[in-house]
């Protein structure tokens, strides 16, 4: 049986500003919700516009950062790979959810470029690191 490889790069706005939350052994986790806009000519040369949008987690020191300097609105580029999400609804429904697993959160596009203490913003948060515990938000 081969190994697969998953691996996704994605550069998008955050839809909302990032929370910071802990699990019970203390390790930051930060849930972000990016969308990337597309345009393209249909057929009929109709210009369409769509959205697609993504969730993402990203974990330990990295979480901290992104959620220090990141708000609604703010250009991110997010590489790392897939993770599904398996939880059971109300109802007893089994659902399924894929998003990113942050290895990397990179700041893009506009913003003050500075940190609250007046230092300049670093411009990518320092990797997650190996061992960080698994999350799930359900």
């Not at 516009?49 to 990141?70: H, L």
């Not at 942050?102 to 913003?111: E, I, M, N």
Request: net charge positive; charged share 25%; with cysteine.
């Amino acid at each position: 049986m081969s190994r697969g490889y998953s691996r996704v790069v994605f550069v998008g706005n955050l839809t909302r500003d990032p929370e910071l939350k802990h699990l019970p052994s203390g390790t930051p986790v930060l849930d972000l919700s990016l969308a990337a806009n597309e345009s393209y000519r249909s057929k009929d040369g109709q210009t369409v516009d769509r959205v697609c949008f993504v969730n993402a987690v990203v974990m330990g020191r990295q979480a901290e950062a992104t959620a220090q300097y990141m708000k609604k609105g703010r250009a991110v580029l997010v590489d790392g790979r897939l993770q599904m999400d398996e939880w059971t609804a109300e109802g007893g429904q089994k659902r399924t959810r894929l998003k990113i697993r942050a290895d990397q959160v990179q700041f893009l596009g506009s913003g003050n470029g500075r940190r609250p203490n007046g230092d300049a913003q670093p411009n990518a948060a320092q990797p997650a690191g190996a061992g960080v515990e698994a999350y799930t938000p359900f």
